[in-house]
C-alpha cells in the first residue's frame, strides 16, 4: 500500500484519482467512504436499516458492513 499507513484518508483519495478501476473496486470504495462518515456520525456499527448493533464478528470480517446479517441477506436476495 502507500506510505502513510496511518492516514487512510489520503490513501483513498489517492485510490480514487487510479484511471483502471473496476466497478467492484469503485463499490469498496465507496462503501468505504460512507464507514468513515458513519464513524463521524456514531452511528457505525449499526444496521441503516433497524439500527440494530451489527455483529462484532461481521465488523471484523466486513468493517464497512452497513446491515446487519438478517438485512445484509434480504438485500442480496432481493438483488438477484
Ligand atoms: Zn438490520
Known sequence: MGQHPGDYG???E??????????FTR?????????LRRIDDGTW??????????DAERLEAKPQ???CREHQEELE????
Open 10 to 12: 489520503t490513501e483513498v
Open 65 to 67: 458492513a452497513e446491515r
Open 14 to 23: 489517492e485510490f480514487m484519482d487510479a484511471d483502471a478501476m473496476d466497478d
Open 27 to 35: 463499490r469498496q470504495i465507496t462503501e468505504i467512504d460512507e464507514a
Open 45 to 54: 456499527g449499526r444496521c441503516v436499516v433497524c439500527g440494530r448493533e451489527i
Open 77 to 80: 436476495r432481493s438483488s438477484r
